[in-house]
């Protein structure tokens, strides 16, 4: 799975796209870009770990003399790319700057790219224009391959299997804090090497889209709003919103739970190759809307996932970016009236012909007894 997870001709992809852009190089620090280039989970240290791909030339990947081990035992160390470690009193900016070609022009650096960093390497190469990477990788990453789609299904499973332990959390009494700690045990649990969040939203919560986990004790009939997600040993991250209520539902919850459930399956049944983020965007909000419900839906319909959690395509209003197989995002339309909330949340990957949901657990309201 690493090998087709991390393919070697990813370092070539990236040496063209920076040729077509215009770029002299492209200069990735430890992140979600080094990580989809080189397979290579660096540690974000303050000692430089740098790959360097130039437009002409060889790929290099510069890193500290101490985490020389760890380089060369990650899929970076399999691709063919010199490694060249540096000395705790070598200068690692300088080092890179010389082994790049002259005339550079523009150099692309890692989005992520601690700011120290970016401007260490601006101080050593003071002739390169520097520009985001995303611009030349966010291409690269955003269309997931077999095996990368095969990560998220995983993901998505294991995400699934904590959704559907969550009503043994979720009892009258206990407090969001408790439950959202069983739930981050059951992420990793399930499968999961890092929990990346956990939104135990109960009644008002529930209207608060990201809102943090506190103490406020559940009560009986109130609506939970439970968004979860973690990442994989893969890499690959999982994210799912499902919705719950302990006894109960009041009944303007349960009305507007409905129209949330259909605009939710209208969205998903619009995707397909061809269709815009913004068709899909639209789609959910306009049955929202229809049902006079529109001015309580506050956030974009989805966002792209990968490596990372939110990364493109992202599904909102004013992208016109059309849709192509192995796109990966979520359709997570929400309802916010303010007593509590409701969001209903899958990832789905755009298919030949139309989509396919990586979560499998009901969207429905569960009733936890």
């Known amino acids: 799975m690493t090998t087709e997870l991390y393919p070697a001709e990813r370092v070539g992809r990236v040496r063209d796209a920076a040729r077509a852009a215009g ?35 060889d790929p290099f990947l510069v890193v500290p003399r101490l985490e020389l081990p760890a380089a060369q035992a990650s899929p970076a160390g399999a691709l063919g790319v010199e490694l060249v470690p540096w000395e705790e009193t070598d200068d690692p900016y300088a080092l890179v700057a ?48 077999a095996a990368e789609v095969a990560a998220l299904r995983a993901a998505g499973a294991a995400i699934d299997r ?36 956990v939104i135990v939203g109960s009644g008002p919560n529930g209207a608060n889209p990201h809102a943090e986990l506190s103490d406020r004790v559940i009560r009986p009939g109130e609506p939970v709003v439970v968004d979860i997600g973690g990442q994989m040993p893969s890499g690959y991250c999982s994210d799912s919103t ?21 605009a939710q399956r209208t969205a998903r049944a619009v995707v397909r190759p061809g269709v815009t983020a913004q068709d899909v965007d639209a789609a959910a909000r306009d049955v929202i809307a229809g049902a ?18 939110h990364e493109e395509p992202y599904i909102v209003a004013g992208s016109a970016v059309p849709l192509e197989p192995g796109m990966a995002f979520s ?35 569960v009733i936890v007894d």
């Open 162 to 197: 904590v959704h559907r332990r969550v009503p043994e959390f979720l009892k009258p009494g206990r407090t969001e804090r408790q439950v959202g700690r069983d739930i981050a045990d059951a992420i990793l649990d399930e499968g999961h090497s890092a929990v990346d969040f």
């Open 23 to 57: 770029l002299g190089a492209v200069l990735l620090t430890p992140g979600p870009d080094l990580r989809y280039v080189t397979g290579y989970d660096a540690k974000q240290l303050e000692r430089l770990t740098c790959l360097a791909v130039p437009a002409e030339g």
């Open 98 to 145: 010389a082994r790049l070609p002259r005339g550079l022009g523009r150099v692309a650096v890692a989005d992520r790219m601690w700011a120290v960093m970016a401007l260490r390497l601006r101080a050593a190469l003071p002739d390169a224009e520097q520009v985001a990477a995303g611009t030349v990788l966010a291409d690269l990453r955003v269309r997931k391959s």
């Open 331 to 365: 359709i997570e339309p929400g309802i916010y009236p303010g007593p509590h909330g409701a969001r209903i949340e899958d990832i789905v990957i755009c298919t030949e012909d139309g989509c396919e949901s990586v979560n499998g657990t009901p969207r429905e309201l």
């Open 242 to 262: 499902r919705n719950y209520c302990v006894g109960e539902p009041p009944a303007e919850y349960r009305e507007y739970f409905a129209v949330l459930l259909d």
């Open 292 to 309: 006079d419900y529109g001015e309580f839906f506050v956030h974009r319909t989805g966002h792209g996932i990968g490596l990372e959690t």
